[in-house]
């Protein structure tokens, strides 16, 4: 049973820094979605103002209200790992006031015992008058255990009070914490529900206009489509080249034929750990999707990602490889095409580009600047192999 107390206690005690890591996880979370929500609250607001695409604010708000709930949900999870951090140190604090007060009960008895035998002539006159040598080491002993026993339990009792303490200005920190969160989390809750009402505004106004968006979004699919076929000729070209390149250096030694292979090699090991281009958030997926209100009405085929950012922010290539072509296309303004050996990343929606075809680029290397269209600040990011197009979030780490 003394065994099993034992091992329970080491328990605890290992699952104390556990604890404190997993706050501090925790608190990285919550600091990393708000930042999140800041940003797209940036995006909302200078769709408002330079753009009518309700579409586009639909598709910031419900990120944002998305994001807003994974914030109160986190918020709540971090709420009770403090709950239970004060739990125990509620505990602690009854544990180490119990020790301090049996400590102060021995010091207690032990001053009496020293009050009463206080006169050092009662000292001498208790020790000497000892039955024997044996019986006055004794006393002699039993004397200057007290006094030593004294000195110990002040000591004690000193360290315990500081402990104590300690332990309870933990405990008022603690709680502090626990108060700040819980505030921050009501606030949240009424963001949350502001979105949540800015949301069915949109939807209602949406649903009232829907002829009106179905022309800006016959539109925006032609963009699309010229977008994509471009960028399939792009890579059509590219890969035809490679192949007649390396048919004609077949059964030769090509230095640029390996680094190609080692590049294409490198390039494929890094699979879910490519740094990501800009800094932002996801509003637009791979793949095909339909639209949020019009169930009905398909959306263009996204090849890529559309990543929501502010205005100006940085581009940067995910790899290291050779810049092929610089193009504007409408609807997606300046887009850049890098060449990784057999894979190809795109990079659209720049207003301005810092490099040219044939340049070499790094891992981070600057391509240029995002552009605000049409009231949205969106990088729109693709991942080819070969002729194949690939969704971008699953090479990004």
Not at 190 to 214: N, R, T
Not at 275 to 285: A, F, K
Not at 356 to 365: E, F, S
């Amino acid at each position: 049973m003394k065994r099993l107390g034992t091992i329970v206690a080491l328990l605890l005690l290992g699952a104390i820094p556990l604890a404190g890591q997993n706050s501090a996880k925790q608190k990285k979370q919550l600091e990393a979605l708000r930042s999140e929500i800041a940003q797209l609250d940036r995006q909302i607001k200078a769709n408002d103002s330079k753009s009518a695409d309700a579409a586009a604010r639909l598709e910031l708000t419900r990120k944002k209200v998305e994001t807003g709930k994974e914030l109160v949900s986190q918020a709540g999870r971090e709420l009770d790992s403090l709950e239970i951090e004060l739990e125990r140190k509620q505990r602690e604090i009854e544990l180490a006031s119990g020790q301090l007060d049996t400590t102060m009960q021995l010091y207690g008895m032990l001053v009496r015992k020293a009050y009463l035998s206080r006169d050092t002539k009662l000292w001498f006159v208790y020790i000497f008058t000892g039955d024997g040598l044996g019986q006055t080491l004794r006393r002699a002993a039993y004397m200057k255990s007290i006094s030593g026993s004294l000195r110990s339990q002040a000591k004690s009792i000193k360290d315990k009070k500081a402990s104590l303490e300690q332990q309870k200005a933990e405990l008022d920190s603690l709680k502090t914490g626990y108060r700040m969160i819980l505030s921050q989390r009501e606030a949240d809750l009424e963001a949350l529900k502001a979105d949540e009402k800015a949301e069915k505004g949109i939807v209602d106004a949406l649903k009232k206009d829907q002829a009106a968006y179905k022309k800006k979004l016959a539109k925006k699919q032609k963009e699309a489509d010229a977008l994509n076929r471009k960028i399939q000729e792009m890579v059509a070209a590219e890969a035809a080249a490679q192949r007649k390149k390396a048919e004609s250096q077949k059964g030769k030694s090509s230095p640029k034929a390996k680094a190609d292979v080692k590049l294409s090699a490198d390039f494929a090991g890094n699979k879910g750990k490519l740094p990501w281009p800009v800094s932002g958030t996801v509003v637009g997926r791979y793949g095909q999707h339909f639209h949020p209100v019009y169930k009905n009405v398909a959306l263009p085929f996204n090849n890529g990602v559309n990543i929501a950012t502010q205005a100006g922010a940085e581009v940067r290539a995910v790899f290291e490889g050779e810049v092929r072509q610089v193009v504007v296309m409408p609807g997606y303004n300046q887009c850049i095409l890098v060449q990784h050996g057999e894979y190809y990343t795109f990079y659209c929606k720049l207003k301005d580009v810092s490099v040219k075809a044939g340049d070499k680029v790094k891992t981070g290397t600057l391509l240029g600047h995002v552009d605000t269209i049409s009231g949205e600040t969106q990088l729109h990011f693709q991942v080819w192999k070969g002729t194949d197009s690939m969704d971008p979030e699953k090479w990004l780490q």
